[in-house]
């Protein structure tokens, strides 16, 4: 996962975020306040620059202080493909399975994805 830091490249996406509303909702607000600041200490990851398939946005790993905190490790995402949200849940270092973390969306089979990754690791979600 890439993570945007760019003003260009955090305006580019807004943009096209904006254009997906209401589904876009839970990460379009934290790229609106990374790129105007980021007072919160957050980031915005995606898989792949211009042409992104998933946005993921969550507290930067460094400002974690509680693992068991879900509501501190809370995650939002956005996804145009499946197989991305897919890939993101089951294969990469975005989302830790370290710390409980609770994570946000808007599209349908984000719930579905999460339990069918969860039942495969043997893993808890409530």
């Known amino acids: 996962m890439l993570i945007l830091r760019s003003p260009a490249q955090l305006q580019l996406l807004e943009e096209t975020l904006r254009k ?9 607000g934290t790229v ?5 600041g980021n007072p919160a200490s957050h980031e915005v ?5 211009p042409h ?10 460094e400002e974690h202080r509680d693992p068991r905190d879900y509501y501190t490790n809370q ?19 975005a989302v830790t399975r370290e710390r409980a973390f609770q994570i ?3 599209q349908d ?16 979600v409530e």
């Open 20 to 28: 997906s509303l209401p589904t876009t909702l839970p990460v379009l």
């Open 32 to 36: 609106m306040t990374v790129a105007r």
């Open 45 to 49: 990851l995606v898989d792949s620059w």
């Open 52 to 61: 992104f398939g998933i946005v993921l946005t969550r507290l930067r790993p």
């Open 75 to 93: 995650l939002s995402v956005f996804y145009r493909d499946k197989g991305a949200l897919q890939a993101l849940l089951e294969g990469t270092e």
């Open 104 to 106: 946000l969306g808007l």
């Open 109 to 124: 089979g984000l719930d579905e994805a999460v339990q069918e990754v969860a039942t495969a690791r043997g893993m808890k």
